[in-house]
């Protein structure tokens, strides 16, 4: 890989505006996701985190302003055909409750390839190994697993590529709140899980929305702060607790007063 490439975004927004009735969400969002980078997004519930994920997959189109995929900008109606794999790991898992975990897992090669059942059955199981489950629990349903069996089956859906073709392999994961409603163990357990998963390379970068401390100084490289639909701060995890950004503060001191509303 050139210099260069190394140094173009992988994921850039320029200028993203969005509003659902009338109430702007985003607001002049500028935004880049790099090659080889653990980006965290942070902020309080309600400023657009969540929105700006959905935007970077083409899930939600943007009212203004302009996102570039791999160097190419993406209009609506791109989000299957985009020059770049973006997977997305949903808050709440998002399996089919009617699909086994093979089924959910495979779902990608199932519908979209030609390789044989036998081997998507393979790679299912070397998915869900690597995400430290037992690949016996491929036959089981979801509703027979615990919440956070799902969430690792949720990562091995992303992590699935398709070996004969080589487009496919998984260069972003972008996690939604990762460990919303997870205990403090468990939450450790998944942070490891989602830097483990970039430094074996089953992604190239990874970006998390998340408000938890834990979270956050566990796996960003890089800190974007948002508040009320800006980007109010960027800076790495030591700086956090250096910056005398009133944002950084008010929300890593759990402030009531400041400039947070
Ligand atoms: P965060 O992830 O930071 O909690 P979100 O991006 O989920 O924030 O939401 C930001 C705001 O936009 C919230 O007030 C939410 O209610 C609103 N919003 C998000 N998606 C929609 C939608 N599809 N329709 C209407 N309002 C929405």
């Given at each position: 890989?050139?210099?260069?490439?190394?140094?173009?975004?992988?994921?850039?927004?320029?200028?993203?505006?969005?509003s659902?009735?009338?109430?702007?969400?985003?607001?002049?969002?500028?935004?880049?996701?790099?090659?080889?980078?653990?980006?965290?997004?942070?902020?309080?519930?309600?400023?657009?985190?969540?929105?700006?994920?959905?935007?970077?997959?083409?899930?939600?189109?943007?009212?203004?302003?302009?996102?570039?995929?791999?160097?190419?900008?993406?209009?609506?109606?791109?989000?299957?055909?985009?020059?770049?794999?973006?997977?997305?790991?949903?808050?709440?898992?998002?399996?089919?409750?009617?699909?086994?975990?093979?089924?959910?897992?495979?779902?990608?090669?199932?519908?979209?390839?030609?390789?044989?059942?036998?081997?998507?059955?393979?790679?299912?199981?070397?998915?869900?190994?690597?995400?430290?489950?037992?690949?016996?629990?491929?036959?089981?349903?979801?509703?027979?697993?615990?919440?956070?069996?799902r969430?690792?089956?949720?990562?091995?859906?992303a992590?699935?590529?398709?070996?004969?073709?080589p487009?496919?392999?998984?260069?972003?994961?972008?996690?939604?709140?990762?460990?919303?409603?997870?205990?403090?163990?468990?939450?450790?357990?998944?942070?490891?899980?989602?830097?483990q998963?970039?430094?074996?390379?089953?992604?190239?970068?990874?970006?998390?929305?998340?408000?938890?401390?834990?979270?956050?100084?566990?796996?960003?490289?890089?800190?974007?702060?948002?508040s009320?639909?800006?980007?109010?701060?960027?800076?790495?995890?030591?700086?956090?607790?250096?910056?005398?950004?009133?944002?950084?503060?008010?929300?890593?001191?759990?402030?009531?007063?400041?400039?947070?509303?």
């Amino acid at each position: 890989m050139t210099d260069s490439a190394v140094r173009e975004p992988l994921i850039e927004l320029r200028g993203i505006c969005k509003s659902y009735n009338g109430k702007a969400v985003l607001d002049h969002v500028d935004l880049q996701l790099f090659h080889d980078e653990a980006l965290v997004i942070v902020g309080p519930s309600g400023t657009g985190k969540s929105t700006i994920l959905r935007i970077m997959c083409g899930l939600t189109e943007p009212d203004e302003g302009e996102v570039f995929v791999g160097g190419q900008k993406v209009s609506a109606g791109d989000a299957g055909n985009l020059s770049l794999q973006i997977a997305m790991v949903f808050q709440q898992a998002a399996l089919f409750d009617s699909l086994t975990v093979e089924q959910n897992v495979g779902f990608m090669l199932y519908e979209h390839s030609k390789l044989p059942r036998k081997r998507i059955q393979e790679l299912v199981q070397e998915k869900l190994k690597l995400v430290g489950l037992d690949p016996a629990i491929a036959r089981q349903m979801p509703a027979e697993l615990s919440g956070g069996q799902r969430k690792r089956v949720s990562f091995a859906r992303a992590i699935m590529e398709d070996p004969a073709n080589p487009d496919d392999d998984p260069q972003v994961i972008l996690y939604d709140e990762p460990t919303a409603g997870l205990d403090p163990i468990a939450s450790t357990v998944t942070e490891q899980l989602i830097r483990q998963l970039k430094d074996q390379g089953s992604c190239d970068s990874f970006v998390v929305i998340t408000h938890q401390e834990s979270t956050i100084r566990n796996t960003a490289d890089r800190v974007v702060m948002l508040s009320q639909g800006k980007v109010r701060w960027q800076g790495t995890v030591p700086q956090i607790d250096t910056c005398d950004n009133p944002y950084v503060r008010q929300f890593f001191e759990g402030k009531t007063t400041g400039p947070i509303k």
